[in-house]
């Protein structure tokens, strides 16, 4: 069992910044995936980036690549995600999640794949 809450989003302008937190409890081992997923009302849940905690793998989704960077604090058991440059398109609610065990996949990024999953953080970008 992992258990994953969220916490960071908030509003900002076009441009600016937020660092979204997610701390994990429960199984935080290895040979699992961590990712941040995001959806807005009438879309489908979209992959932001995917990690993978042995093979070392992070796959970014191509409109966050250059702007949002995932980082692992192991001792806080916390996976942080970095966001630059925001654009109002990155609006949503942004959710942590863990697929453990994570044997089958690489990149890390099919939300359908994942078992675990955290609260949401909603964030909205205004122009």
């Known amino acids: 069992e992992v258990q994953l809450v969220e916490s960071g989003g908030g509003s900002v302008q076009a441009g600016g910044s937020l660092r979204l937190s997610c701390a994990a409890s429960?199984?935080?081992?290895?040979?699992?995936?961590m990712g941040w997923f995001r959806q807005t009302p009438g879309k489908e849940r979209e992959g932001v980036v995917g990690?993978?905690?042995?093979?070392?793998?992070?796959t970014y989704a191509d409109s966050v690549k250059g702007r949002f960077t995932i980082s692992v604090d192991n001792a806080k058991n916390t996976v942080y995600l970095q966001m630059n440059s925001l654009k109002p398109e990155d609006t949503g609610m942004y959710y942590c999640?863990?697929?453990?065990?994570?044997?089958?996949?690489?990149?890390?990024?099919?939300?359908?794949?994942?078992?675990?999953w955290g609260q949401g953080t909603q964030v909205t970008v205004s122009s």
């Open positions: 990690f993978h905690s042995s093979l070392g793998s992070t």
């Open positions: 429960g199984y935080t081992g290895s040979w699992m995936c």
């Open positions: 999640a863990a697929l453990v065990p994570a044997y089958n996949t690489r990149r890390c990024v099919t939300w359908t794949d994942y078992n675990y």
